[in-house]
DNA sequence: GCTTGACCTGGAGCGCGCTCCAGAAAGTAG
DNA sequence: CTACTTTCTGGAGCGCGCTCCAGGTCAAGC
């Protein structure tokens, strides 16, 4: 397959698939008879496993380290490991701190309803001034678990 | 409270401040006698809540929006609730993307371990050639939900 | 008064992750 | 064969979000 077809297929710009060749991301490609690059597959799940790990926003260092070491083949593969696992537990932080991130959310909102509905000043301090330490934030009435879905 | 001891105390540098005055997403400080920045309180939260919106991948040109609306007082009140009520659902939407893709890397950490203890070839692409199209993904066993932290 | 240090402005520089371009060579169609 | 398209390489350019710097002002301590 020639890099305009892988191109399409994977989602990334020829110019962008040179790139990571360039850079090691992506192993130095097969040529064919003319000097140009030929994919197959196996190039084709690499991509797409390079494209969930920048979406789970492993940075390019480690993206860049881990293609190294898938590189250099079986004897890096406890390494590897040992990476996935780590960011493994860096996502389930993340999603700890997203979850956190909403209870603030969804109490600004509140505070925000409240505001539209009387006359209030504005005050616009992320509406939890005294509380919000990370602990629980109590809803301060019980109108919360909404999304722009809900009500629009 | 001088700008110093406002950096110290938002966590933002005082050229971050500055260059956050000049685009806007700070709104123009009241200046002493001497035309130096003196901060209050009330912009305290609100440098607060700015790195929540950061912290939430809020992109900056909606930050940008935001302030602006703030800035223009109560009359936006119901389109800043809207902004967060999107956001919020964004950020919803970014957890569930996160637990697929912790699923995912459960996957492979799996296949890993296999291949390290047998003395299988290499095959590294993804882990899932087969199956893995966003949908359930049934674990190959029934040992995961691990991270570096519990087997280290 | 003098030194020191925090602060000011405008603008240059930077690291990242691409993205685009010029000029050449090779494949493809008619 | 000509004409057109694709790909090639090396390198320049770009947008973001800061970060740093020069040269100057102002305030406080000695």
Redesign the interface.
């Known amino acids: 397959m020639k890099i305009g077809d892988f191109a399409a297929k994977s989602g990334l710009s020829a110019d962008t698939l040179r790139y990571y060749e360039r850079i090691g991301l992506l192993p130095r490609t097969v040529r064919d008879a003319g000097g140009r690059r030929s994919y197959g597959m ?1 190039d084709l ?2 991509a ?2 390079l494209r ?1 790990l920048q ?2 926003d492993m940075p390019m260092r480690d993206r860049l380290e881990y293609s190294r070491l ?1 590189a250099e ?2 004897a890096t ?2 390494t ?3 990476m ?6 860096a ?2 932080a ?2 700890a ?3 956190e ?2 209870a ?3 109490a ?2 509140d505070h ?2 409240d ?2 509905s009387g006359t209030q ?2 005050f ?3 509406g939890q ?1 005294h509380d919000d330490r990370g602990s629980g934030i109590a809803p301060p009435r019980e109108r919360s678990r ?4 809900a ?1 629009a």
Chains 1, 2 share one sequence.
Request: hydrophobic residues 40%; glycine residues 6%; aromatic residues 6%.
């Open positions: 196996d799940a690499w797409a496993f969930k979406a789970m898938r083949g079986d593969l406890r590897r490991r040992k996935l696992e780590a960011h493994r537990d996502l389930v993340r999603q701190e997203l979850a991130l909403v603030t959310l969804d600004k909102i925000y309803i505001m539209e000043e504005s616009d301090d992320g001034t909404r999304g722009a879905s009500r």
